[in-house]
């Protein structure tokens, strides 16, 4: 059985993270560590989360000085972890029992070494709202109109990511680094089969719309170096194709 790094970014999620922890801890496939980067220059929740994950050996707990942003959070995760593969989740995200289970026979089935699920998108509620369907994605062009890759349903060989970290941006840095890998040549095959819920919070950096903006249009314009008349256009049809979802 390989060992999966599973890397959760902290900050301010107390409500959700036992949640999330939990639906790792009845994960069907056993063989995993647990890496929380807490990312909070205020250590309010750093007692109540030492004390929720006391008992459990697979989990290592470390503390930023101040409030970096996921992105440098999963950088330092990947950078510490010990598994040949790499699964990500959110604090306020969580997982299917079976989704380690089947992302793993998935990968060593297909022969890959990059996979993502289909995923429900609930809200504050519990209450399921949506469904994105995952689908490959086999070169950039696949991608670069419509971010639709949820992160907590990722699955990567570590070895792609050791020379592809995520870039320093508030959001969307997930979408700049499927993009960089896409590039490179590694394509990205979907499971469609919803094992993961991602919960649409209130005033979270994912829901700023403002935010999502501004840092859509540093991803075509700084990362995927297009000129300002083509960043506009793949920032429109970006934020045409969030609204039809």
């Known amino acids: 059985m390989e060992l999966v790094s599973i890397i959760i970014p902290y900050y301010k999620k107390k409500e959700f993270i036992s949640k999330t922890l939990n639906s790792i801890f009845k ?5 995993y560590e647990i890496l929380i980067i807490y990312d909070d220059k205020e250590k309010t929740d750093l007692l109540y989360l030492k004390k929720l994950t006391k008992h459990n050996s697979k989990i290592k707990i470390f503390v930023n000085n101040k409030n970096y942003g996921a992105g440098y959070s999963r950088n330092f995760g990947i950078k510490k972890s010990k598994g040949k593969f790499i699964a990500f989740i959110d604090s306020d995200d969580f997982w299917h029992k079976d ?9 060593k089935e297909k022969r890959i070494n990059f996979c993502h699920t289909s995923y429900y998108i609930i809200n504050d509620k519990l209450k399921i709202t949506s469904l994105r369907k995952a689908r490959n994605f086999f070169n950039i062009n696949d991608l670069l109109g419509s971010c639709d890759i949820g992160l907590s349903s990722v699955m990567i060989n570590k070895k792609l990511l050791l020379k592809n970290l995520f870039p320093k941006i508030k ?4 979408f700049v680094l499927w993009l960089k890998l896409l590039k490179k040549g590694h394509n990205l095959i979907a499971i469609d089969e919803p094992l993961t819920y991602w919960r649409r919070v209130k005033n979270s950096l994912s829901s700023n719309n403002v935010q999502k903006i501004k840092d859509g249009y540093i991803v075509y314009r700084k990362y995927m170096k297009m000129n300002i008349l083509k960043s506009f256009y793949y920032l429109t049809l970006l934020g045409l194709n969030s609204l039809l979802k």
């Open 171 to 174: 959001t969307k840095e997930d």
């Open 27 to 31: 994960q069907t496939y056993t063989n």
């Open 99 to 107: 989704k380690l289970y089947k992302q793993i026979c998935f990968l």
